[in-house]
């Protein structure tokens, strides 16, 4: 989503909900779990600070009816944020399915929108009118305008329209509730390019880890080409050492791109479903 809340800590809290989202058993890891939830945790702390400073901004002091609730929506994601430090099967199981992630995106886009609520009340802008307010004051000038002795036709018609309101805004609710739930292509490719985004930097990884062994084994043989000594032989062992944990390190790099592809080619198949069935048919969940 589109936020006015540009924070840094925002954005790192989201970016480790998006890694959590994809619900790989290989990143749900007890480990691994601990360490994107002290990161979140992190972010958390820095992300009070922002809010606070943010709200001191505000020229004067907010009402109470004015004051926006940050303080639960940040508890909450402390909530999941001790979670991820003490995973258990159940926490384990929730990320694999991807539930995790989902909840603390959903978290995340609760506290953004409460941050772009405080920066409206900074920057001053004013409260708008809903449709039922405009609408009951259309209908009240009405009834004043009209004289006394049609006030009974006009109650008669005002429930009628009212009536009629309340059985289109239920419908429409429920046609709402089906779109809003409908499979989309939109979804799929959101996914799709959560995933590229992924795995972009372990792509990165992997060059990097190749031009770092493709040096050191340059210094290797350029020391094997000299006499051999105790010396050299040291060197070389050292050499070989750092070429095995670049190794490692490209090799978990690789696992998750691994991952990561398989992910993109189901997330695609998915996709191309969806593009065959027509609008109708996914609205009402009809195969």
């Not at 985004?197 to 080409?225: H, T, W, Y």
Request: charged share 30%; hydrophobic share 40%; net charge neutral.
């Amino acid at each position: 989503m589109d936020s006015k809340s540009t924070f840094d800590s925002l954005h790192g809290i989201r970016d480790n909900a998006l890694l959590l989202s994809l619900g790989h058993q290989y990143l749900c890891g007890g480990p691994s779990l601990v360490k994107i939830g002290l990161s979140v945790d992190s972010h958390l702390k820095q992300l009070k600070d922002d809010i606070v400073t943010l709200k001191r901004k505000f020229p004067g002091k907010f009402l109470q009816e004015q004051e926006v609730d940050t303080d639960g929506i940040v508890n909450e994601l402390y909530k999941i944020s001790k979670w991820l430090q003490e995973p258990d099967k159940k926490i384990q199981k929730k990320c694999t399915a991807g539930e995790l992630g989902t909840e603390l995106e959903e978290s995340v886009d609760t506290i953004a929108l409460a941050i772009d609520e405080i920066w409206d009340q900074v920057e001053g802008r004013g409260v708008t009118y809903s449709t039922r307010d405009s609408a009951a004051n259309f209908f009240g000038a009405i009834t004043s305008a009209v004289g006394s002795a049609l006030k009974p036709i006009l109650k008669t018609i005002v429930l009628t329209i009212k009536i009629s309101l309340l059985f289109c805004t239920i419908a429409a609710l429920g046609l709402f509730a089906l779109y809003m739930t409908m499979e989309t292509e939109e979804k799929y490719l959101k996914q799709i390019r959560k995933v590229d985004a992924l795995m972009l930097p372990q792509s990165e990884i992997i060059a990097k880890c190749n031009r770092e062994i493709e040096g050191i084994s340059r210094q290797v043989e350029a020391i094997r080409e000299k006499s051999e000594t105790r010396q050299s032989m040291m060197q070389v062992l050292d050499l070989n050492v750092k070429i095995d944990e670049l190794s490692g390190i490209r090799q978990d790099a690789e696992v998750k791109i691994n991952l990561y592809e398989n992910d993109r080619i189901e997330k695609e198949g998915k996709l191309e479903q969806v593009k065959k069935r027509p609008f109708m048919k996914r609205l009402f969940r009809q195969k």
